[in-house]
């Protein structure tokens, strides 16, 4: 077994096992909701946007554990940034998913996210991936229509 993939897995195990951000924010003001229908991963995602900053990001739904720890490791993420840098890592990591390219100059500013770089190699999981950031993504956009990933 690759040490560093191991890794990588234990970190998903343990998001999933312990979700970080889970449960509705009190005080939000933008919020989404996403769907996967091929996994069956749902998840609601919560926001307080101030100022061009995601002050606080919260998530509540059910789906299979990398949606459910790819959604706790995004919120971590999404954290304190502002709404342009949110959006440019979702970029990179909807990059590192769906391209197929060795370009791993990016992964620097994806941090933890890397733990999911793997995954693209299973494109039935990319959507569990990713759901959670497409999600966040339509909640950053105003967007009032649910995200679906098909
Ligand atoms: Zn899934």
Redesign the pocket.
């Known amino acids: 077994m690759d040490d560093l993939q191991d890794l990588y897995q234990q970190l998903i195990l343990d998001h999933n096992k312990s979700p970080r951000n889970l449960g509705k924010l009190e005080d939000y003001n933008r919020q989404a909701q996403g769907y ?1 229908p091929l ?3 749902k998840l609601q995602v919560f926001l307080h946007v101030e100022d061009g900053i995601v002050k606080d990001i919260s998530f509540e739904g059910s ?2 554990a ?2 459910t720890a790819s959604a706790s490791l995004m919120t971590q993420s999404v954290k304190g940034k502002t709404v342009e840098q949110a959006r440019a890592t979702f970029e990179s990591f909807h990059q590192m998913l769906t391209e197929d390219s060795d370009n791993e100059s990016d992964e620097s500013a994806l941090g933890k996210l890397v733990v999911f770089s793997g995954v693209c190699k299973y494109p039935a ?1 990319v ?2 991936a990713t759901l959670a950031w497409h999600t966040v993504n339509a909640a950053l956009s105003d967007s009032v229509k649910p995200v679906s990933t098909e």
Do not use: L, Q, V, Y
């Open positions: 996967n996994c069956g991963d789906g299979c990398i949606s999981r959507k569990c």
